[in-house]
C-alpha cells in the first residue's frame, strides 16, 4: 500500500493506442464480429484521442478486424478531428445535418460496409444509427469491457488525476466554516484545480477537462445526487459531504469525505461509524478474484445488521478511468472478480432523512496482492472534525 | 423588429407542462401510437423540469394516451427527482446499476407496459434501452418536433437568456486587446455571466446552465469547432470570431462576431462583405412560409457565386431552446417553412485556412410576419474594428 507510482501527464503514445485497438479486435475475433461500431464519445476517445462535443452531428468510428479504422465525421469537423486524433485513422466526411439527398451522414456511413456481415454496436448507440447499420448486428460492449482493465500509462494518468483532487480537496478542507456558500467554495477550489492542471498540461484538452467541488451541508447531505442550492451555507456541526472529482485531460477520479464543523452532534456519531466500519470492511476484500458482488452484499449486510439497512440508496463503488463512473461495479448483480489494474471508488453510503449523509470515497488501485489507495484526505472522526473556532 | 418581449426568469407553471404533454398526446394519436418513450435527457427536462446528470443509470419517462407518465428512477435520484420535477408524475425506482436478478432498472421498466401495444421511441434511445422496450417500436421523435416551435414562455426564457449574453459580449470585446489570453478572458466573461444568472435566478439548477465566452484567434479562426489552446493570444488585425454562449436555468443561446483589432488586413474586407451580405440574404429570407431548405440554398449560392464556395463548411443557422442547437435546422435538405416562434440562429460562415474565420451568429424569433433579432452587437466592419491604442 505505501509503493509510489508515478503520474502522467503526456499524450498516450501511438503503441497506446494499437495495443487498445488490438485489445478490440481480440473480442471482436472472440465474439465472431466482421466489424465494430463505435458511437459513444467516451470510447471514440479512448481508441483515436480525439473527444467531441456532442451534438446532433455524428461521429461514428468503424473498426473491421484488419485495416485502418474508418470515421464518420462531419466536414465542419474535419480539421478539429484531425488536429486531435492519433494513431492510423481513415476520415470519411459527410455535408452537413441534415443534408441534400445522397450526402447525409448515413449515406456516407452505409456505403463504408460490405454486404451481409456480422456488426457488433454498443448498447450506448441511438437508435436512430443503430437502424442505419447495414448487416446483423449484435449488441455487445467490447470498448467498455475492454476499458475495465487499466493499462500502466492510464493508471499514471489517473495518478496525476488524484495528485489534482488530493491538492483540491485539502483547500476546501481549509475553506469551510459555518456560513460558507457553496457557491464561493466553488468557483475558488474549482479554479485553483483547473490552474494546476493548466501548469501542469498546457496543451489539455478542455473538452475533456472538468473539475467539481462541492459540499453537500447537513440539510442535504442525506440526498447525494440533488445538487446543493448556490447559497446553501455550512452550518456548525455534521455531517456535510464534500465531493471533489476532476477529469483531467481525460481521466477522472475522485475524492469526498463526511466532515464536522466544530463538534459532533451525538446523534450522528453511530451511522458514522457504521459507514467506517462497512469501509473498513470493503477493504479488507480488496484482491484480486474477489467477486465485486460479494463485496457490495457483505457490505449491505454489515450496515444493515446495524440497522441501518433502509438508509443505503447506492452500491459500494464504481469504475474510474476516461470518464468519472464506469464499469466495474462494486454491486450486488455484477458477478465478475477484481483484477489487477483495475480503478475503482470505495464508498459505501448511508443517507438519513433530517439527520444527513455519511460517506469517504477514495480513488482506488487494484493491485497483485491487493490495491493503493490513490486519494488522500483524513478519514477518522476526529480528523474530519475541523476547528472553527479561528 | 423593434418590439419588446419580456424576458421570463421563473420556473415552468403546471399548465405550461400539461400544455407541452397534450401536444406530445396528440402527436401520438396522429402516429397512432399506445406508448411513447423518452430516454433524452433533453426532452425529460422538457416534460418534467427535471435536469438528470447522465451516468449509466438510466432514467425513461413512459408516456400512455391519458393518466400520469410514468418515470423510471434510480432509487439513489428518488428524492433528488421529487425536490426538482414538476407537474404529475408517477415514480417507480429501481434499486441499483447492476442490480440482483429481478430488480434491474429493465425488470421494473417492463413491467409498465401491456402487451402487444405500439411504442414510439427516440431515434437517440440508446440500442441497449430499446432492446428491453416491449411492443412493436417505432422511432419517431415527437418530442424534438414538439419543441420547434416555442411557447411564449419559452421565447420569454430566450430572451432573459439573451440578456445574459448580450451583457457577456459586450464585457467581452471591452477586454480585448493584442496578447490578451484566452483563458483570462474565459475566466472573466464566463465569472460574470454566472454571477449575473445566479442574480436574476438564485434557484437557478446548474445542471442545465453553462457558460461559454472564447474567441478564436486568427490562426484558428478557420476551424470553428476546435477549442483555441488556452494560452492562445490575440493578436494585432483579424480575423477574430468570437463565442458567447448560455444556457440559463435551461434556456440556450448564442451570440458570435468576427472582429478585429486595431486594423482590417487589407485580404479579409473582401470575405467580411461576402459574409456580411450572405446574412443580409439570410435575413431578408426571414419570414413564415419560407422553406429553410431554400435559405440555406440561396446563402450557399451567393457565397459561391462571390468565389468563396470552397470555404463553406456548415449550414446558415439552427434552432435553440432548452439546447444551444437543436431543430429546425437551416440547411439544405430540412424542406420545412419557418413558423412563427421558432427560435433559431442565422449564422452564415466562410473559413479560409491560412486567413481565418468569418461569421457572425444571432438568435432569431421567427414572428407573425418577419423576425426579430434578440441577440445584440456591433455588426459592421467599423464597428468591429476595436480601437487597441489604449
Same mark, same amino acid.
Given at each position: 500500500?505505501? *509503493?509510489?507510482?508515478?503520474?502522467? $501527464? =503526456?499524450?498516450?503514445?501511438?503503441?497506446?493506442?494499437?495495443?487498445?485497438?488490438?485489445?478490440?479486435?481480440?473480442?471482436?475475433?472472440?465474439?465472431?464480429?466482421?466489424?465494430?461500431?463505435?458511437?459513444?464519445?467516451?470510447?471514440?476517445?479512448?481508441?483515436?484521442?480525439? +473527444?467531441?462535443?456532442?451534438?446532433?452531428?455524428?461521429?461514428?468510428?468503424?473498426?473491421?478486424?484488419?485495416?485502418?479504422?474508418?470515421?464518420?465525421?462531419?466536414?465542419?469537423?474535419?480539421?478539429?478531428?484531425?488536429?486531435? +486524433?492519433?494513431?492510423? &485513422?481513415?476520415?470519411?466526411?459527410?455535408?452537413?445535418?441534415?443534408?441534400?439527398?445522397?450526402?447525409?451522414?448515413?449515406?456516407?456511413?452505409?456505403?463504408?460496409?460490405?454486404?451481409?456481415?456480422?456488426?457488433?454496436?454498443?448498447?450506448?448507440?441511438?437508435?436512430?444509427? +443503430?437502424?442505419? =447499420?447495414?448487416? $446483423?448486428?449484435?449488441? !455487445?460492449?467490447?470498448?467498455?469491457?475492454?476499458?475495465? @482493465?487499466?493499462?500502466?500509462?492510464?493508471?499514471?494518468?489517473?495518478?496525476?488525476?488524484?495528485?489534482?483532487?488530493?491538492?483540491?480537496?485539502?483547500? &476546501?478542507?481549509?475553506?469551510?466554516?459555518?456560513?460558507?456558500?457553496?457557491?464561493?467554495?466553488?468557483?475558488?477550489? !474549482?479554479?485553483?484545480?483547473?490552474?494546476? #492542471?493548466?501548469?501542469?498540461?498546457?496543451?489539455?484538452?478542455?473538452?475533456?477537462?472538468?473539475?467539481?467541488?462541492?459540499?453537500?451541508?447537513?440539510?442535504?447531505? %442525506?440526498?447525494? %445526487?440533488?445538487?446543493?442550492? *448556490?447559497?446553501?451555507?455550512?452550518?456548525?456541526?455534521?455531517?456535510?459531504?464534500?465531493?471533489?472529482?476532476?477529469?483531467?485531460? /481525460?481521466?477522472?477520479?475522485?475524492?469526498?469525505?463526511?466532515?464536522?464543523? /466544530?463538534?459532533?452532534?451525538?446523534?450522528?456519531?453511530?451511522?458514522?461509524?457504521?459507514?467506517?466500519?462497512?469501509?473498513?470492511?470493503?477493504?479488507?476484500?480488496?484482491?484480486?478474484?474477489?467477486?465485486?458482488?460479494?463485496?457490495?452484499?457483505?457490505?449491505?449486510?454489515?450496515? =444493515?445488521?446495524? /440497522?441501518?439497512?433502509?438508509? @443505503? @440508496?447506492?452500491?459500494?463503488?464504481?469504475?474510474?478511468? #476516461? !470518464?468519472?463512473?464506469?464499469?466495474?461495479?462494486?454491486?450486488?448483480?455484477?458477478?465478475?472478480?477484481?483484477?489487477?489494474?483495475? &480503478? @475503482?471508488? #470505495?464508498?459505501?453510503?448511508?443517507?438519513?432523512?433530517?439527520?444527513?449523509?455519511?460517506?469517504?470515497?477514495?480513488?482506488?488501485?487494484?493491485?497483485?496482492?491487493?490495491? #493503493?489507495?490513490?486519494?488522500?484526505?483524513?478519514?477518522?472522526?476526529?480528523?474530519?472534525?475541523?476547528?472553527?473556532?479561528?
Amino acid at each position: 500500500m505505501s *509503493i509510489k507510482i508515478k503520474g502522467i $501527464t =503526456t499524450p498516450p503514445s501511438i503503441d497506446e493506442l494499437s495495443d487498445r485497438l488490438e485489445r478490440v479486435r481480440n473480442k471482436m475475433v472472440e465474439e465472431n464480429l466482421d466489424y465494430y461500431v463505435s458511437f459513444d464519445p467516451v470510447n471514440i476517445y479512448y481508441l483515436t484521442n480525439f +473527444a467531441n462535443n456532442v451534438h446532433e452531428r455524428p461521429f461514428i468510428l468503424i473498426i473491421e478486424r484488419e485495416g485502418i479504422p474508418k470515421m464518420v465525421v462531419p466536414l465542419l469537423e474535419k480539421s478539429h478531428v484531425e488536429s486531435r +486524433a492519433l494513431g492510423e &485513422l481513415e476520415f470519411h466526411s459527410y455535408y452537413e445535418f441534415p443534408a441534400p439527398q445522397g450526402q447525409n451522414w448515413y449515406d456516407i456511413y452505409r456505403s463504408l460496409f460490405e454486404k451481409d456481415k456480422i456488426v457488433g454496436i454498443e448498447a450506448a448507440m441511438p437508435s436512430g444509427i +443503430a437502424e442505419k =447499420t447495414p448487416g $446483423t448486428k449484435v449488441i !455487445t460492449d467490447i470498448i467498455e469491457e475492454i476499458r475495465i @482493465i487499466k493499462s500502466d500509462y492510464e493508471v499514471g494518468r489517473c495518478v496525476h488525476a488524484c495528485k489534482i483532487v488530493n491538492k483540491g480537496h485539502k483547500e &476546501l478542507l481549509k475553506m469551510c466554516k459555518p456560513g460558507m456558500h457553496e457557491f464561493a467554495l466553488y468557483q475558488k477550489i !474549482t479554479g485553483s484545480m483547473t490552474s494546476k #492542471i493548466i501548469m501542469d498540461i498546457p496543451d489539455a484538452n478542455f473538452i475533456v477537462c472538468k473539475t467539481v467541488a462541492a459540499v453537500w451541508p447537513p440539510s442535504f447531505s %442525506h440526498d447525494p %445526487h440533488i445538487i446543493p442550492k *448556490i447559497f446553501a451555507e455550512m452550518e456548525e456541526g455534521g455531517p456535510h459531504v464534500s465531493i471533489v472529482s476532476a477529469q483531467v485531460d /481525460g481521466y477522472g477520479v475522485e475524492l469526498e469525505r463526511t466532515f464536522f464543523l /466544530g463538534h459532533v452532534p451525538e446523534k450522528v456519531k453511530e451511522p458514522f461509524e457504521v459507514m467506517f466500519h462497512a469501509r473498513e470492511l470493503a477493504y479488507n476484500l480488496l484482491k484480486p478474484g474477489t467477486l465485486m458482488s460479494e463485496i457490495d452484499h457483505k457490505v449491505r449486510k454489515f450496515i =444493515t445488521d446495524k /440497522g441501518y439497512g433502509d438508509y @443505503i @440508496i447506492h452500491r459500494t463503488g464504481h469504475g474510474l478511468g #476516461i !470518464t468519472g463512473h464506469e464499469a466495474p461495479y462494486l454491486a450486488e448483480g455484477y458477478d465478475k472478480p477484481l483484477e489487477p489494474n483495475m &480503478l @475503482i471508488s #470505495i464508498e459505501p453510503g448511508i443517507y438519513i432523512p433530517g439527520i444527513g449523509g455519511f460517506r469517504h470515497s477514495d480513488s482506488v488501485l487494484i493491485t497483485n496482492d491487493g490495491y #493503493i489507495k490513490l486519494t488522500k484526505a483524513p478519514e477518522n472522526i476526529e480528523d474530519l472534525t475541523l476547528n472553527i473556532s479561528n
